[in-house]
Every structure is written in C-alpha cells, then in structure tokens.
C-alpha cells in the first residue's frame, strides 16, 4: 500500500526554482518528484527521525 501523499506549499528563492526546473527537465521527472527523491537523498545521508514506509 503506497503512502498518503499531504500538499505543502514551499516558498523558496528564485535560484532554486529554476536550478529545481532544469534537473526535472534533465531527468525527465516532475519538479515535485525532484525535490521529493533530493529530500528522500538527504534523508539517507544523515539518517531521519522517522523511517518513511
């Protein structure tokens, strides 16, 4: 059974936006999947509270 998936509005500067823009179109992904795998990379890397199911 996949997770619930909960909308958040995020405001982030210009820079980022586009930086995000350019690797989605790159890797041929959606922008929200591209930040969802860049935070779920960093979650690997120092470890979470939480394990995502």
Request: a positive charge; proline letters at 8%; hydrophobic letters at 45%.
């Amino acid at each position: 059974m996949e997770e619930p998936k909960i909308p958040i509005k995020i405001v982030m500067p210009q820079s980022v936006k586009r930086w995000i823009a350019i690797q989605a179109a790159m890797n041929m992904r959606s922008q929200t999947s591209e930040i969802v795998l860049a935070i779920k990379e960093k979650m690997e890397r120092v470890g979470s509270a939480e394990t995502p199911q």
